[in-house]
């Protein structure tokens, strides 16, 4: 079964930066995508960065462009969200994502499976 483990969250002033981690274990199949969202309590999922397994190639919304990164290290089966200039806007639960099937890589419903999500707070 497949288990995804995000960990990295914390509280930051803003202007800061903080890394997020998503540990992959469970799957024989090779990915399609990795992604990357976010959740306020209420709000819509919001869709954040994602990378093509196969090619390395990376997207990513308009909603933190040019402020993060995705990323994926193989030998560890982890993937990563570094994040920079934050904003208290971007206070959210942020989840990682996998994705084991073909569709678009920035809905939310194309992804099979889900970490528990860790939370990061931006203060000004």
């Known amino acids: 079964e497949v288990q995804l483990v995000e960990s990295g969250g914390g509280s930051v002033q803003a202007g800061g930066s903080l890394r997020l981690s998503c540990a992959a274990s469970?799957?024989?199949?090779?990915?399609?995508?990795i992604g990357w969202f976010r959740q306020v309590p209420g709000k819509v999922r919001e869709g954040i960065a994602f990378l093509d397994t196969k090619d390395g190639t990376t997207y990513y919304t308009e909603r933190m462009k040019g402020r993060c990164t995705i990323s994926f290290e193989s030998a560890k089966n982890t993937m990563y969200l570094q994040m920079s200039t934050l904003k208290p806007e971007d206070t959210a639960v942020y989840y990682c994502?996998?994705?084991?099937?073909?569709?678009?890589?920035?809905?939310?419903?194309?992804?099979?499976?889900w970490g528990q999500g860790t939370q990061v707070t931006v203060s000004s």
């Open positions: 994502a996998l994705k084991l099937s073909s569709g678009n890589y920035y809905s939310a419903h194309n992804y099979g499976y």
């Open positions: 469970g799957f024989s199949e090779d990915s399609y995508a």
